[in-house]
């Protein structure tokens, strides 16, 4: 594989090597530079284009997103989008496992599409009786397989539901579906660590921290630690969850998992932007320096810009957590899963931020999408282009108009390109995507089907809202439909 730039790697970095090529065999690198001397079955010229490393994405969505429906929402609709009390008393769920299970291989094109080559998912439960399960979790692992990604899988769980009276939100607890729900995970792990020839590697993912009891949290902990395998939980990402942890411990949410022994290596905390220090945070939390308590620990922080930015939350800032020691990883958690233009958003954030034109720099965002999380999983054999790595690879085209004109490949790519650039995607040594449309599995119907998901999905709402009230009321169009 030749092209103008190749991102390779160096002395523990990537560089940049301009006019070389890429030769693998099999799953594995050969060689990166110039001048390779053996034989090959195959060579492309991408000409006026960067390869690089596929990009690394563990808050990955692998479902219909739901931001274009709630993101925008004003106060007295907001509860209508949460499980009224009669709605948690009496349903099911809204779609079907067949129809659950193309949401997920809908959600994988797009992130293969977009130069994901790793993933973590994350899915909705508002249309779930309860939680993911284990078969839901099988069959998003055959999805993966067919489609030839590589995945970190694990079903999440919950002890608690969001809910509404109609007044306030609250939260129905039920532990016992909780610890059931992470048997269910730990089962899935020891039963698929490995699987489809090393692509599908497993981990514990149990759903927002307000949503656990401590002892969900405790064992899921104990659990993750007897199987080796990583962990995420989403917490200090946002008000309502920081008060609902400070009412049950009187501790702010980082706070309370260093203190039951939560945060270790290998565990991943999705936004964790409500801390001392931020400027959304009420003072009446306390003080204190959370960050440096991920730091000591060695726990990892999910830095998911392009939700952030829909639903109105940052770090404060992106570079800041790094230069106390915490590393950051990227994550798209959004759809499209542009992880391209999730780089060229946590720029411009983490700039008005800071008032400094060298903050987030584009070298640094790359690395927390492909380097920095091949480390924080333990895994020297991703998110670079090295001999022996992994054949993991993506061929961002420079060549388009709307490009314009290049200089450095790295910041081309972050300031002017956009996901849809990419015209070529590798995984293992296999072509999954090719001239921008994946020839893995067939998704030609893909897009009518996954309009129908979305129309049905925002249907049931008016049935979960605790008024009934129609759509064009509980959701109003931008402007009068005529």
């Not at 991408?46 to 808050?59: E, K, T």
């Not at 709605?87 to 067949?98: A, I, K, Q, S, W």
């Not at 957590?321 to 590393?327: E, F, T, W």
């Amino acid at each position: 594989m030749k092209a103008k730039y190749v991102i390779g790697f160096e002395n523990g970095d990537h560089c940049i090597l301009p006019d070389a090529e890429l030769v693998y065999e099999a799953t594995r690198i050969l060689h990166v530079g110039r001048g390779y001397s053996g034989r090959v079955d195959v060579e492309f010229d991408a000409g006026n284009s960067v390869v690089a490393p596929g990009f690394i994405d563990l808050n990955a969505l692998s479902d219909i997103d739901h931001a274009l429906f709630d993101s925008w929402t004003q106060p007295d609709r907001r509860l209508g989008l949460v499980w009224s009390e009669e709605y948690l008393r009496d349903h099911g769920p809204v779609f079907t496992r067949e129809e659950e299970v193309f949401r997920r291989e809908f959600a994988l094109s797009q992130l293969a599409r977009n130069g994901v080559t790793t993933l973590m998912p994350i899915a909705s439960e508002s249309y779930k009786e309860w939680c993911e399960d284990y078969e839901d979790m099988a069959d998003m692992a055959h999805a993966v397989t067919a489609l030839g990604l590589r995945a970190y899988l694990g079903p999440s769980y919950r002890t608690a539901v969001p809910y509404t009276d109609g007044k306030r939100l609250l939260l129905h607890v039920n532990e016992a579906r909780g610890l059931g729900g992470l048997d269910e995970a730990v089962r899935f792990a020891r039963d698929y660590e490995g699987a489809a020839e090393d692509l599908i590697r497993t981990a514990l993912l149990p759903a927002r921290i307000e949503t656990q009891s401590e002892g969900t949290l405790r064992a899921t902990r104990e659990a993750a630690d007897a199987l080796n395998i990583p962990v995420r939980l989403h917490a200090a990402q946002g008000l309502y969850e920081v008060e609902r942890i400070w009412a049950r411990s009187g501790l702010r949410p980082l706070p309370y998992l260093a203190e039951i022994g939560f945060l270790k290596p290998r565990t991943f905390i999705p936004h964790a932007w409500a801390v001392p220090g931020h400027p959304h945070m009420p003072k009446n939390f306390g003080e204190g320096d959370d960050v440096a308590l991920l730091s000591d620990s060695g726990t990892n922080v999910l830095f998911c810009p392009i939700p952030m930015a829909h639903y109105g939350g940052c770090l404060h800032t992106y570079d800041s957590y790094r230069q106390k020691g915490v590393r950051v990883v990227l994550g798209t958690d959004s759809a499209p899963p542009n992880m391209i233009r999730a780089m060229d958003l946590g720029m411009g954030m983490t700039k008005t931020f800071t008032a400094e034109r060298s903050s987030a720099s584009a070298a640094d965002l790359f690395r927390s999408a492909t380097l920095d999380p091949a480390e924080a999983l333990g895994r020297d054999d991703l998110g670079r282009l090295a001999v022996g790595a992994q054949a993991d690879y993506f061929v961002l085209d420079l060549s388009g108009p709307h490009v314009g004109p290049h200089l450095d490949p790295i910041r081309t790519m972050v300031m002017n390109c956009d996901g849809r650039d990419i015209t070529r995607v590798v995984v293992a040594g296999r072509t999954v995507v090719e001239d921008g449309n994946v020839i893995t599995v067939d998704t030609s119907d893909y897009l009518e089907r996954a309009q129908d998901f979305m129309e049905r999905y925002v249907a049931s709402l008016t049935i979960s809202d605790y008024a009934k009230r129609p759509l064009d009321e509980l959701l109003p169009s931008s402007y009068p439909i005529r």
